[in-house]
């Protein structure tokens, strides 16, 4: 396939990037991508112990980076994160390639990062917000629908509809993120004028994402009725079904309030579903494409299968016009 301008700005094969997933981007994950052509990503607390430094560990998450591979590869930062201005210090101390930001205005860090020769991308989940993240100078935006897995926008725009609308509103890069999974997803995202795609559920079900074997398996059992948005008076997010969301989902049904929410919910539940592998008590944060999940398998795998089950799709679509 020919290169899109993502890969040329990002200096990758394919425009494929693998989301930086709280707790479970680890380094290994993101080098594996790397190496196959696309783009990894390390989230700052990938397997990161409750009491760990969050800067130091990083540092070692890109060190370790390093050592696997020498193809370009990045670091997600949500904005709201502690110590972020440290980590961002890090990024730049060890020349990493690029940084994701997210869940904040990029005004705060975009200029800070591009001077030191890092590109960046905005992750928004509305025009108004993308149209923000090119004015403060971003180098691209992520573009991401509600099929997303974790946090997603209150407005709730899927994926189609939200895509063409950021393309049209915007001049820079836009990259589609929110239920894609396969070769006809990623077509799907090009043809509704992306540049390029961004997946973490699918990343998740991979022998080197370290999520635990019982959130790994339960995303390639899951189908497609078996995740549920909850959250909506704080944060919305995309969860596989279980215990708790059954719960949120009464409490909300109930009219609690947020303060109640946020109390029931506590603190590291995604930490224990994730990386402990309780099911039951945690949350595992994935997309609503967990039903074209069938099996675990090596991440450049993941890569490699959507870059030549791509030709097929153009192909089909081909004959239709043909």
């Known amino acids: 396939m020919k290169k899109t301008t993502i890969c040329y700005l990002l200096g990758i094969e394919y425009p494929i990037i693998q989301g930086g997933m709280a707790w479970i981007a680890n380094a290994e994950l993101a080098a594996a991508v790397s190496n196959a052509g696309g783009l990894g990503l390390i989230s700052p607390d990938a397997g990161m112990a409750l009491n760990a430094d969050r800067v130091e560990h990083l540092r070692s998450q890109?060190?370790?980076?390093?050592?696997?591979?020498?193809?370009?590869f990045g670091v997600n930062l949500p904005l709201p994160v502690a110590r972020v201005k440290e980590l961002i210090d890090v990024v730049i101390q060890q020349r990493v390639s690029l940084v994701v930001t997210s869940m904040g205005d990029p005004m705060s860090y975009t200029y800070y990062l591009k001077d030191a020769g890092i590109k960046v991308l905005h992750v928004v989940a509305s025009v108004k917000h993308a149209t923000r993240a090119e004015a403060c100078g971003v180098d691209a935006v992520i573009a991401e629908g509600c099929e997303a897995g974790g946090h997603i926008g209150f407005d709730e725009l899927s994926t189609l509809v939200l895509v063409p609308q950021v393309v049209d509103a915007v001049?820079?890069?836009?990259?589609?993120?929110?239920?894609?999974?396969?070769?006809?997803?990623f077509i799907a995202a090009l043809a509704l004028g992306a540049e390029g795609v961004q997946m973490g559920t699918r990343f998740l079900a991979s022998h080197q994402c370290l999520a635990h074997?019982?959130?790994?398996?339960?995303?390639?059992k899951a189908s497609d009725m078996d995740t549920i948005v909850t959250c909506r008076k704080l944060s919305p997010r995309r969860t596989l079904r279980n215990e708790v969301t059954t719960?949120?989902?009464?409490?909300?049904?109930a009219g609690a309030s947020a303060h109640d929410i946020e109390t029931f919910l506590g603190t590291g539940r995604?930490?224990?579903?994730?990386?402990?592998?309780?099911?039951?008590?945690?949350?595992?944060?994935?997309?609503?494409?967990?039903?074209?999940?069938?099996?675990?398998?090596?991440?450049?795998?993941?890569?490699?299968?959507?870059?030549?089950?791509?030709?097929?799709v153009m192909t089909r679509l081909n004959k239709l016009w043909s």
């Open 171 to 185: 001049k820079i890069p836009v990259i589609a993120a929110g239920g894609i999974a396969d070769a006809r997803g």
């Open 62 to 72: 890109l060190r370790k980076a390093s050592s696997l591979t020498d193809k370009p």
């Open 247 to 253: 719960r949120l989902t009464e409490m909300e049904s």
């Open 213 to 220: 074997r019982n959130a790994k398996e339960a995303v390639v």
């Open 270 to 312: 995604v930490r224990k579903a994730e990386i402990d592998g309780d099911l039951v008590n945690g949350e595992v944060y994935c997309g609503a494409i967990v039903g074209m999940i069938t099996e675990i398998v090596n991440a450049g795998e993941i890569v490699q299968s959507i870059v030549s089950a791509s030709e097929a």
